[in-house]
């Protein structure tokens, strides 16, 4: 199930902007899912369940997007076709440095594994940032851009709790995984 936004509803970043444009999409035609249509592995940590996470439909093909919200911002995200999303993690972190305010302050993060198919048999790893600050403030960040042939992404995997490791390994039915220099084998039942 999909509902309408109004425009005025969310922030389009500018590079999703620039992508529908590309493909000949509409910024008026941009339709919202529901949580539990969501095709993707999100992890969120304890705590942020208010954080939402919904799939975004511009209508165009092989195009994924995402509509996240947090308080009081609501952020529509997307990539260029053949890039795609495989895992996104929410956590909150409470000592990030505000260099310009001189102080620490909480921020609640969402983190986005990308798997880009860049030709065969090439795919890659690529992790951006939201980072939610309390007084409304978004910031938006291109993490790491992995190496051919790297996904998931080590990074990724390695910054993960073990449960959220094997959890992405079973969603992906990956039949081993690394995580902090050890390689574990994924049983399935």
Same mark, same amino acid.
């Given at each position: 199930?999909?509902?309408? @936004?109004?425009?005025?509803?969310?922030?389009?970043?500018? %590079?999703?902007?620039?992508?529908?444009?590309?493909?000949?999409?509409?910024?008026?035609?941009?339709? #919202?899912?529901?949580?539990? %249509?969501?095709?993707?592995?999100?992890?969120?940590? &304890?705590?942020?369940?208010? #954080?939402?996470?919904?799939?975004?439909?511009?209508? #165009?093909?092989?195009? %994924?997007?995402?509509?996240?919200?947090? &308080?009081?911002?609501?952020?529509?995200?997307?990539?260029?076709?053949?890039?795609?999303?495989?895992?996104?993690? #929410?956590?909150?972190?409470?000592?990030?440095?505000?260099?310009?305010?001189?102080?620490?302050?909480?921020?609640?993060?969402?983190? @986005?594994?990308?798997?880009?198919?860049?030709?065969?048999?090439?795919?890659?790893?690529?992790?951006?940032?939201?980072?939610?600050?309390?007084?409304?403030?978004?910031?938006?960040?291109?993490?790491?851009?992995?190496?051919?042939?790297?996904?998931?992404?080590?990074?990724?995997?390695?910054?993960?709790?073990?449960?959220?490791?094997?959890?992405?390994?079973?969603?992906? %039915?990956?039949?081993?995984?690394?995580?902090?220099?050890?390689?574990?084998?994924?049983?399935? &039942?």
């Amino acid at each position: 199930m999909f509902f309408a @936004l109004p425009s005025w509803a969310y922030d389009v970043t500018e %590079d999703c902007q620039k992508e529908v444009i590309k493909l000949e999409g509409s910024l008026n035609s941009i339709k #919202v899912g529901n949580e539990e %249509d969501f095709h993707w592995l999100v992890m969120k940590r &304890k705590g942020l369940e208010k #954080v939402e996470i919904r799939p975004v439909d511009f209508g #165009v093909a092989f195009f %994924d997007e995402v509509y996240i919200s947090y &308080k009081d911002n609501h952020i529509i995200h997307c990539w260029p076709p053949f890039t795609y999303p495989e895992a996104i993690l #929410v956590e909150k972190y409470d000592n990030y440095f505000r260099p310009i305010q001189n102080r620490q302050e909480t921020v609640v993060k969402v983190h @986005l594994l990308l798997r880009i198919n860049c030709g065969l048999p090439c795919t890659n790893s690529k992790i951006e940032s939201f980072y939610f600050f309390e007084d409304g403030f978004v910031d938006f960040y291109e993490v790491l851009h992995g190496s051919v042939h790297e996904f998931p992404s080590p990074w990724f995997m390695g910054y993960l709790t073990f449960k959220e490791a094997f959890r992405f390994a079973e969603f992906h %039915d990956l039949g081993h995984f690394e995580w902090k220099g050890k390689i574990y084998k994924v049983v399935y &039942k």
